[in-house]
């Protein structure tokens, strides 16, 4: 695949929560294949980040309800 299509694809991709790829800016400018993949890898931690928080944020309700 041409990088001009993985751009292309990246900009109209969403993930399984239906957010888009944030550094659209960067997807526009990158050069490399690489480029391209490191913008991917930052929203793969960005959704490991929203996981965690997510999972936080039920265990400290579940610690409020005073249930644990």
Known sequence: MKIREIKCRMLVWRDFYGQDIAET???????????????????????????????THAENFITFLELK
Do not use: P
């Open 25 to 55: 800016d960067l997807i526009k400018k990158a050069k490399t294949r690489k480029q391209l993949e490191a913008i991917i890898q930052r929203h793969v931690r960005f959704l490991e980040d929203q996981n965690l928080d997510a999972k």
